[in-house]
């Protein structure tokens, strides 16, 4: 991946921030977004240590904003001189009842992880094409497809980012961009409040999927991924 350019949503912790370890330890230029300028900062020294060949570039942008995007991606472009790797990881969990819901809520769950993907899509696509190819990589969730009580919200995004996904993934393929999807099951980040735990995934596990994917042949294309702990506790 030397001399790559990759961007990542959500890149200052948890699964953002394994992604761009591991795509800037296999000699990648990665760019790293999020909201709280101190996460950043914090990560991107921690990235420049951990780096074998690659850069950092940290920008605090919200992904919910297009005007936000568009200055992220583009000083990612000004800066290391183009785009071969998207990976869309930025998103919130909202846990409660539609009954007990905040409308305001349920406004930030689709912002951010959907109007949020589609703007870095949108954004990036163009960069993408002028370099003849490229990677475009979602990261969902098992409960897209396994939904439970008291998150419908959350659920419906991670759904609703699936069938982006495959369907934008049939507007690229002739361009040589591939378009994934990632669909991690319990991981150990504390995301949405939730209690970390020895069996569930590490950041580092999905994170390896991400850099197995961008190393596929031209020729292949997985576009769908489901990962899962291992050995959960019995029920």
């Known amino acids: 991946m ?14 953002g921030f394994a992604v761009a370890s591991a795509l800037m330890s296999r000699g990648a230029n990665v760019a790293i977004s999020g909201l709280d300028p101190g996460h950043l900062t914090d990560a991107a020294a921690r990235l ?49 009842t539609v009954a007990d819901m905040a409308p305001g809520d349920w406004r930030r769950l ?22 003849r190819g490229g990677w475009i990589l979602n990261i969902s969730s098992l409960a897209s497809t396994n939904a439970f009580a008291g998150a419908a919200g959350y659920c419906a995004t991670k ?22 999807y990632i669909m991690p099951g319990s991981v150990n980040t504390g995301f949405g409040g939730l209690g970390a735990a020895d069996w569930k995934l590490a ?12 190393s596929h042949p031209q020729r292949s294309l997985p576009s769908r991924v489901e990962i899962r702990p291992s050995k959960p506790p019995k029920k």
Request: proline share 2%.
């Open 2 to 15: 030397n001399d790559k350019v990759a961007i990542v949503t959500g890149g200052s912790r948890g699964i």
């Open 48 to 96: 420049e240590q951990l780096a074998c060949g690659g850069s950092v570039h940290a920008v605090q942008a919200d992904v919910a904003d297009y005007a936000q995007v568009e200055r992220f991606i583009g000083s990612t472009v000004e800066r290391f001189g183009g785009l071969d790797i998207v990976v869309n990881n930025a998103g919130i969990g909202g846990f409660a």
């Open 110 to 131: 689709i912002d951010t992880n959907l109007t949020g993907v589609f703007n870095c899509c949108h954004v990036a696509i163009p960069h993408l094409r002028r370099r």
């Open 159 to 180: 759904a609703g980012l699936n069938a982006f996904s495959e369907a934008l993934m049939q507007e690229l393929r002739q361009d040589d961009i591939r378009v994934s």
């Open 203 to 214: 950041p580092e596990d999905v994170a390896q999927v991400v850099v197995d994917l961008v």
